[in-house]
């Protein structure tokens, strides 16, 4: 039995009900832990207890977080639940795959679920590993929160009965926590913009999301990630000392 | 594509409104005919079509029948969705294997859903071939009529695939030649001789081996070189200027 259990991690939820629902279908297939970022309208919300028939338990420990990355700070694999994006270049994967993954994968894992309405916004989609997309019905594609939840629950679940740890699969090292990940990239940014690099500010954006995407593919482990630290730290260090001198 | 979609059969159910889940669940994943067996409250039923969030056309061609023998009298294989009976002797398969007997199935093929609180009754169940259960956390069972139909539904898609939205299994771009890879390592491998970072000089060798892995590891595209290109030549300037000046 895989005890590799993905955290659910709801991004902005608007309505308690469908935390609520969300929980019931997470419990249904064994997984228990659930992070919610600024949820709409505060937490704990008592629209969701009703709504979750009998999953308080994943209610009571759910934890609030202020932002995305926070939620996933421990987590070294993480997927973005969403259509498929033209604007980023993100692998994508079909549930059966990222459950694969995370059958093998070593570290913590997370599931990322945007907001009822509009889904996740790029910034959030760009802290995953991967995309994961159901398919679904091109002429219909209807699928409400709890509704994809429960999906990608299950598919996790089919797998969790048996030996499913693919030694293909795994890196050598297992991925570093994303909170590693975001400390490089947050160093690297910092010199970068002292060195003058986001130029012109329209374009930032669009650069950061660049280099946030090409330091996230790697699936750097601790190590590497230390080594890349390393890297940075000395080729940014002209620019350190010239901030500290002004 | 097999088209050998299930016919969703619905036992006495009790709301509109679960009606319209179950069509919105169906259409998902491309299922579109839906028998209903003395619908509790007649048929139409307004409460269905706003739930059903524009799978009306299920709705519309949903055929009503007064008992589950006359409904499925054209299937030749007929699947009770429900928990295990201990009170019948029957054949109990898990969804996977439901959906591939489907897909090998010649003749046309039917599921059974019971009404909402209680489920199908035996004498009901006894109509079919076999069970299908799906495989629930045994001490959290808690699946509603919308959510089995689509359960089963997906499992059924999985094996159908080709008409559905897959997603890509690779990375949208090609992994870039070798020979851009070594540009790009070194020119940081120079700027970092000059910021002293191989030092000391026994473990030269070492380190640059652990950058070359580093930088390999991601199988970046040409775009995604060139953009990490940028980005040491950016953070490199300074060394570059100092070479010159001596």
Request: charge should be negative; glycine fraction near 8%; charged fraction near 25%.
């Given at each position: 039995?895989?005890?590799?259990?993905?955290?659910i991690?709801?991004?902005?939820?608007?309505?308690?009900?469908?935390?609520?629902?969300?929980?019931r279908?997470?419990?249904?297939?064994?997984?228990?832990e659930?992070?919610?970022?600024?949820?709409?309208?505060?937490?704990?919300?008592?629209?969701?207890?009703?709504?979750?028939?009998?999953?308080?338990?994943?209610?009571d420990?759910?934890?609030?977080?202020?932002?995305?990355?926070?939620?996933?700070?421990?987590?070294s694999?993480?997927y973005?639940?969403?259509?498929?994006?033209?604007?980023?270049?993100?692998?994508?994967?079909?549930?059966?795959?990222?459950?694969?993954?995370?059958?093998?994968?070593?570290g913590?894992?997370?599931?990322?679920?945007?907001?009822?309405?509009?889904?996740?916004?790029?910034?959030?989609?760009?802290?995953?590993?991967?995309?994961?997309?159901?398919?679904?019905?091109?002429?219909?594609?209807?699928?409400?929160?709890?509704?994809?939840?429960?999906?990608l629950?299950?598919?996790?679940?089919?797998?969790?009965?048996?030996?499913?740890?693919?030694?293909?699969?795994?890196?050598?090292?297992?991925?570093a926590?994303?909170?590693?990940?975001n400390?490089?990239?947050?160093h690297?940014?910092g010199?970068?913009?002292?060195?003058?690099?986001?130029?012109?500010?329209?374009?930032?954006?669009?650069?950061?999301?660049?280099?946030?995407?090409?330091?996230?593919?790697?699936?750097?482990?601790?190590?590497?990630?230390?080594?890349?630290?390393?890297?940075?730290?000395?080729?940014a260090?002209?620019?350190d000392?010239?901030?500290?001198?002004?």
């Amino acid at each position: 039995m895989s005890d590799n259990k993905p955290v659910i991690v709801l991004v902005n939820p608007q309505l308690g009900q469908n935390i609520g629902k969300a929980a019931r279908a997470m419990l249904n297939f064994g997984l228990t832990e659930m992070r919610l970022v600024a949820p709409r309208d505060g937490w704990p919300n008592p629209e969701a207890g009703p709504a979750a028939s009998g999953a308080d338990m994943v209610l009571d420990q759910a934890k609030v977080y202020d932002s995305t990355a926070e939620a996933l700070a421990d987590c070294s694999l993480v997927y973005a639940s969403t259509v498929r994006r033209r604007d980023l270049v993100m692998p994508v994967v079909a549930p059966e795959e990222m459950a694969r993954e995370i059958h093998a994968n070593e570290g913590r894992t997370a599931i990322l679920f945007g907001p009822e309405r509009s889904g996740l916004e790029g910034s959030d989609v760009q802290l995953a590993t991967k995309i994961v997309t159901v398919p679904i019905n091109p002429e219909f594609g209807s699928l409400n929160l709890a509704q994809a939840v429960i999906l990608l629950a299950y598919e996790w679940s089919r797998g969790a009965g048996e030996d499913l740890v693919q030694p293909t699969m795994k890196d050598a090292e297992p991925r570093a926590p994303m909170g590693e990940l975001n400390a490089l990239i947050d160093h690297l940014d910092g010199a970068l913009d002292k060195a003058g690099y986001f130029f012109p500010p329209e374009r930032a954006e669009a650069t950061r999301t660049t280099i946030r995407t090409l330091l996230t593919k790697p699936g750097w482990s601790s190590r590497e990630i230390s080594a890349m630290f390393g890297i940075v730290k000395t080729l940014a260090a002209p620019y350190d000392r010239s901030s500290k001198e002004r």
